[in-house]
């Protein structure tokens, strides 16, 4: 069988949601899909400082700005981390002026239409309202910004065709059907992965029962991520949680670093920021070497043009 075109997997997608079609959308990866952002030396961005608004904006500049990554009339998802019913001091979520600001920046590149979700852990109302992602989004007042609850009927069946673990699951359909995916997760401790970053963002666009990819969590976040392939990924470290991950809640294990990390490469993010803020091996993350290994992006920081701004 043929490789089929993004815009094809879309339409089947949406055939498949409007109960026009039975099968489950058949996904291919036409010639390496997911490593057509990779760059055997990536750009990546670092920046530290207080004013979060600002500093999305300025980890932007050297890659092009948000115009390299959302042309007029798109339609943008930001994705978040919402899963937790904590405030931004506990570090369980990606903080609101961070997600706010790369928003803002959407709409000022014409963007038709943003969207801000995550399928979460604790309950949907309060997670989102407590960790103040929610009410910072609403607060840009637009029109063409929606902060949405996850709708379980929206999720559909996706063949995984490359996956080494997975090759059947389900995505949530506005995450698919979108022109430009931002990856905006928070940089923490996780009891099972180790660490949670940009890679494991994408369980929250995806459906079933989560637990059951745990027994080989690396690969099968890897395989995810062959479907959902963001065109850009901002690590929120202005706060990492380093202990009791990823639920958090005990101040005592947080600490503020102030650092946004950005990049194209969704394996380089993890991997540096695994080096820089956790200070382990990239290698002895699964999820960054299964990632890696399926030729996902580069986790060598030697090979990486990293950027200070």
């Excluded at 395989?223 to 101040?251: C, H, S």
């Excluded at 650092?259 to 080096?275: G, P, W």
């Excluded at 803020?277 to 990486?304: H, S």
Aim: hydrophobic letters at 45%; glycine letters at 8%.
């Amino acid at each position: 069988m043929h490789n089929i075109s993004r815009r094809r997997f879309l339409q089947q997608v949406s055939a498949w949601s409007a109960g026009l079609a039975v099968a489950a959308p058949l996904f291919r990866i036409a010639p390496n899909r997911a490593m057509a952002a990779v760059d055997a030396a990536p750009m990546l961005t670092v920046g530290q400082g207080t004013d979060y608004v600002a500093l999305v904006a300025k980890v932007l500049e050297p890659l092009g700005g948000i115009g390299a990554f959302v042309k007029s009339g798109d339609r943008v998802v930001v994705k978040p981390n919402i899963g937790w019913d904590r405030t931004p001091q506990q570090a369980a979520n990606t903080h609101p002026d961070v997600v706010k600001a790369l928003v803002q920046l959407a709409l000022d590149a014409g963007a038709k239409k943003v969207s801000v979700f995550d399928r979460t852990c604790n309950d949907a109302r309060r997670s989102y309202a407590n960790s103040g992602i929610q009410p910072a989004v609403e607060s840009i007042g637009s029109d063409k910004v929606e902060c949405s609850f996850v709708d379980d009927r929206k999720f559909v069946p996706v063949r995984i065709e490359n996956g080494r673990s997975l090759n059947e699951w389900t995505f949530y359909k506005d995450a698919l059907d979108v022109d430009c995916y931002i990856n905006v997760p928070i940089a923490k401790h996780h009891s099972r992965a180790k660490l949670t970053l940009g890679l494991k963002n994408v369980m929250g666009v995806m459906g079933g029962k989560r637990g059951d990819i745990h027994p080989d969590l690396g690969q099968c976040i890897a395989d995810l991520n062959m479907v959902v392939a963001p065109k850009l990924t901002v690590i929120d470290a202005t706060r990492i949680l380093l202990r009791n991950g990823p639920t958090g809640g005990n101040l005592a294990d947080v600490e503020q670093r102030d650092t946004l990390i950005a990049s194209r490469d969704i394996v380089a993010t993890d991997a540096y920021a695994t080096h820089k803020l956790f200070n382990l091996d990239p290698r002895d993350i699964p999820a960054v070497t299964a990632a890696y290994d399926c030729g996902m992006g580069q986790m060598d920081l030697d090979k990486m043009n990293v950027v200070e701004v």
